[in-house]
């Protein structure tokens, strides 16, 4: 019996791609366009750490809400523009761009 | 678009590199599933966005020709929407811009995944193909 009603990519074939595309071992990621962070909780823990952006509040909100304690400690979700990062140069080793290009 | 790729270009480091995974503008396929097969059902359109997606391909065009990355890699991929009912389907779909007008025939496909439930003794289940696009752009570095 299902208990959801819709499943998106339960195979996992979109965080396989992306960790196949690139090295995410020990890096620092940006994910513009993380919404409520179904993806980033897929990638997240190969990462050095990650930051999560999106414009849309109610997403980014329910997006640290759930973040697992495991993910908490270097996983981070901020409302922003992917077109005015509030960030210094250089700071990234992957801008991941999800759906948001 | 092409604010968000110089954006990108200013916060990576050098050798750093771009994501981007989007959906494609094309054909999505429908299928029935069981626990022991699955049958093909529909096709729909999901060009919804296919504006979007020539104003983003200009853009990553843009963001090569003026030197801030190399493309590095291309992969198609597919990715599987899985739904209970037709209208599981739809409300997935009227969610965004690019399958709201996909012309899924939603009624035939919940008559045909019933008869297919109780043919069969499990309850099927919808499965959507959406086809999807990563691309990988290295910025120049050491």
Known sequence: ?101 | MVDALREAHRVLLPGGAVVDVRPLTARIVVELVTPERAYWAAEGDAYGAAEDDASADAAAGHALSSGWFVSARNDRFDFEVYCDTAADLKTYAEMGRRMRDSKIPYDDLEKRRCELSASTGHAARLRCHRPKMLSVYRKPGP
């Open chain 1, 1 to 101: 019996m299902s208990i959801v009603a819709t499943e998106l990519d339960p195979a996992g074939a979109e965080p396989r791609a992306i960790l196949d595309a690139a090295d995410f071992r020990d890096v620092r990621v940006l994910e513009a366009g993380a919404g409520d962070g179904r993806l980033t909780f897929r990638y997240a823990r190969e990462a050095k750490w990650v930051v999560g952006i999106d414009s849309k509040e109610p997403e980014i909100r329910s997006a640290a809400g759930n973040c697992s304690s495991e993910l908490r400690g270097h996983v981070r979700f901020l409302c922003a523009s992917a077109t005015a990062l509030p960030f210094p140069g250089e700071t990234f080793d992957i801008v991941l761009l999800a759906n948001s290009l």
